[in-house]
C-alpha cells in the first residue's frame, strides 16, 4: 500500500515532517549533502521532509545523529508510525465489514470471537488514559464488530488459531472457561470454521503475528498482518498472493475442524481441574 500524504498541521506526522525540514535548514545544509552525511538518496530524503514517505527507525536514528537531537525525531516516528497503524486499522475494519471470505490465522483469540467479559480482560491490560469510561468505549466498539457475523447472508470465516491463544488463560478462571466455550459454540455455525495449529507442527511462515486475508464483494482480496503494536494493510494482488499460500501451508499443518473442537474441549476441562 502506497503511502498516503499526511494531512492537518496538527498529525505526529506532519510535526515529524516539519522537523526534519526544520532542523537540515538550520543546519544550512543541501538535501545532496545530507545525502552524502546519511548514505540516503536526496528524493528519498525530500519526500520526507513532505511527509510522502514515514521511512524507517534507522533513518531516524542516522538524522538524530547528524543533528545532534538526542533521539527527538526517533521518538516522533514512533508516535507517526503508530497514527498510520491506526489509520490504515480504520482501513482494515472497513474491508473486514463488507468481506464476503474471511482467512484469519491469529495467535491470539480473535475479536470476532471474544466474549464481552473476555475482552474486557484482554482491553484492561493497557494503561488507558481515559479510565474505565474509555475501556467500556473499545469493549463496545470491539463487540460492535461481531455484528457482521449476523449479516444475511454472514461472511464464510476460516479462523486457525495458534496453540499459543489457548494456553494464556485470562487470570479469571471463569472468564476463561466462557471463553473456550464461545469458542465451542462458535464451531457449530455453518459459515465458521476453526482450527487448531499445535506446537507440535513446528516453525512455519506465519510466525510472530497474525494474518488476516478477506474477499470483497467487488472480487478483490486485501490482506492484513498485525503485530503487538504494528499492522500493515496489503492490497498488492501479487503480495496477497503470497501470503495465501503461506496461509495454505498453516492450514495444512492444522488439526481438522473436529479434532480443533475437541481439543478446545481439552483445554477446557483442563482449566475446570
Known amino acids: 500500500m502506497a503511502e498516503c500524504p499526511f494531512e492537518g498541521d496538527d498529525s505526529a506526522r506532519w510535526v515529524l515532517a516539519f522537523e526534519i525540514r526544520r532542523l537540515r535548514e538550520q543546519s544550512g545544509k543541501s538535501l545532496a549533502q545530507l545525502s552524502e552525511d546519511t548514505s540516503y538518496d536526496r528524493t528519498y530524503l525530500h519526500r520526507l521532509e513532505t511527509g510522502e514517505r514515514l521511512s524507517q527507525l534507522p533513518v531516524m536514528e542516522a538524522l538524530d545523529e547528524v543533528y545532534k537531537t538526542g533521539g527527538l525525531l526517533a521518538r516522533l516516528w514512533r508516535l507517526a508510525r503508530q497514527e498510520v497503524f491506526m489509520d490504515r486499522y480504520k482501513v482494515f475494519m472497513q474491508c473486514e465489514a463488507t468481506a464476503t471470505i474471511m482467512h484469519k490465522f491469529m495467535v491470539a483469540v480473535p475479536g470476532l470471537l471474544q466474549t464481552e467479559q473476555y475482552a474486557r480482560v484482554v482491553l484492561s491490560s493497557a494503561p488507558l488514559p481515559g479510565g474505565c469510561d474509555e475501556l467500556e468505549e473499545q ?88 503485530g503487538s503494536k504494528s499492522g500493515e494493510l496489503v492490497e498488492d494482488s501479487g503480495e496477497v498472493a503470497q501470503l495465501r499460500l503461506s496461509y495454505d501451508h498453516v492450514r495444512d499443518l492444522a488439526l481438522t475442524p473436529p479434532d480443533s473442537v475437541a481439543f478446545v474441549q481439552r483445554v477446557m476441562e483442563d482449566s475446570t481441574s
Open 139 to 226: 469493549v463496545a466498539a470491539r463487540i460492535g464488530r461481531q455484528e457482521l457475523l449476523r449479516r444475511d447472508p454472514p461472511p464464510s470465516v476460516r479462523i486457525i488459531l495458534d496453540e499459543a491463544a489457548l494456553r494464556r488463560p485470562s487470570t479469571d478462571a471463569k472468564v476463561w472457561r466462557e471463553q473456550l466455550a464461545h469458542l465451542v459454540q462458535a464451531s457449530d455455525s455453518p459459515y465458521m470454521t476453526i482450527q487448531v495449529l499445535p506446537f507440535a507442527a513446528g516453525v512455519h511462515d506465519l510466525m510472530g503475528g497474525s494474518l488476516s486475508l478477506l474477499w470483497l464483494p467487488d472480487g478483490r482480496s486485501v490482506a492484513y498482518l498485525e
